[in-house]
């Protein structure tokens, strides 16, 4: 059987190369007898060739497809590249965008605190020392705060140091290039003050609470409560009419009041060189 099958195979094998070998014959005959019969001017031969460039052409369109999609999937990869390049650089100037934009917020926050604390300075003939709080150096028996000017920049002791929104306290210790301002609230605190609407004088003592309290006021006092305080000027260290505070309690004698300053918000402060 195993015969049978091999000699069959070899039989047909001649077969179908003689096949192939005739088609390919006369393949480039009938392609140089067309070659031959374009160079006249025959009807047939024009009308032949015709009907072969309408059949052929259609299989070559579609060829041509794969070729064209490649050109365009090319052309879409070099859009993707430049597309990702342009991303890259945008994101790139946003972030250098974003740096300026803080940078500019910080300038003006900075430049609104500074123009806050010029409506605070008194009208007297004083100068003034703008410099910046560096340190919070408040504890439970002290409450100050460190600035970065001295008496290089023409800080003394017991200048008044006041902020954007009125009286932080007085210079107490003072270095080439640094100074200690004690805060309100510290019980080594006394300032001269007056109530705005009752005109009455006292002294604001500090206690080492939020609410220094009030001294040397008479049994029928007529401070009344939300009353505004200011600095009255005596003894020649404040310069008078610095806000201080505002009172919130009013009982028996005891008068608590509120500084207008929060010690723990302040950036930057005037020391007033007051002339008395």
């Not at 001649?14 to 392609?31: D, H, I």
Request: positive net charge.
């Amino acid at each position: 059987m195993a015969n049978k099958k091999i000699r069959s195979q070899s039989v047909l094998l001649p077969g179908k190369q003689w096949f192939y070998r005739a088609s390919v014959v006369l393949m480039v005959t009938c392609a140089m007898a067309l070659m031959v019969m374009s160079k006249t001017n025959n009807p047939a031969v024009t009308k032949l060739r015709t009907h072969v460039m309408d059949a052929v052409t259609p299989l070559l369109s579609v060829a041509s497809r794969p070729m064209d999609t490649f050109h365009n999937f090319g052309t879409w990869l070099g859009e993707m590249s430049r597309l990702r390049e342009e991303n890259v650089a945008l994101k790139n100037e946003n972030v250098e965008l974003l740096k300026w934009q803080a940078q500019a917020k910080a300038l003006e926050a900075e430049n609104k605190s500074l123009h806050a604390l010029l409506n605070v300075v008194p009208s007297q003939k004083s100068s003034y020392i703008t410099v910046r709080v560096v340190s919070d150096l408040g504890g439970p028996y002290i409450h100050s705060a460190l600035i970065n000017g001295g008496s290089d920049s023409g800080i003394r002791k017991d200048q008044a140091a006041i902020s954007d929104n009125g009286l932080l306290g007085r210079v107490v210790d003072v270095g080439d290039s640094s100074a200690r301002i004690l805060l309100l609230n510290d019980i080594n605190s006394r300032v001269p003050v007056v109530a705005e609407l009752s005109h009455e004088k006292s002294i604001l003592v500090g206690n080492n609470s939020d609410t220094p309290t009030l001294s040397y006021i008479g049994g029928e006092s007529k401070i009344k409560l939300g009353e505004r305080v200011i600095t009255s000027g005596d003894g020649g260290i404040f310069p008078e009419g610095i806000p201080v505070g505002v009172v919130t309690s009013v009982n028996k004698g005891s008068v608590k009041v509120q500084p207008y300053v929060d010690a723990t918000r302040v950036e930057y402060v005037s020391v007033v060189n007051y002339s008395f």
